[in-house]
């Protein structure tokens, strides 16, 4: 099970700390994501992180790899995304993401608004 919490309602320059905490796992051999649903749109890839936390990866995006990063703590079983300077075009739902086996697992999404 992977449970997101973190998310609200901010103003533009404010900063969020997401986390996921994963449940029923072996959390350490596991690569961790992050994606996002904006209003619209397609879910897309924000940011993952390998097994041990020694390699992440961004969305190819200078501005996403300027102000989010991934990281995690393997004895909390929790993976982190901070977002600093957050615009309104950050407004979407975030969710925690991890393939286990080749079958993707989801939290049920933590709702990020930011206002202008």
């Known amino acids: 099970q992977l449970v997101e919490s973190g998310g609200g309602l901010v103003q533009a320059g404010d900063s969020l700390r997401l986390s996921c905490s994963a449940s029923?796992?072996?959390?350490?051999?596991?690569?961790m994501g992050w994606f996002r649903h904006l209003p619209g749109k397609e879910r897309e890839f924000v940011a993952g992180?390998?097994?041990?936390?020694?390699?992440?990866?961004?969305a190819d995006s200078v501005d996403i790899r300027a102000r989010f990063t991934i990281s995690r703590d393997n004895a909390r079983n929790t993976v982190f995304l901070q977002m600093n300077s957050l615009k309104p075009e950050d407004t979407a739902v975030y969710y925690c993401y991890t393939p286990i086996r080749g079958v993707p697992y989801w939290g049920q999404g933590t709702q990020v608004t930011v206002s202008s």
């Open positions: 992180i390998s097994p041990d936390g020694g390699r992440t990866y961004y």
């Open positions: 029923g796992y072996t959390f350490s051999r596991l690569g």
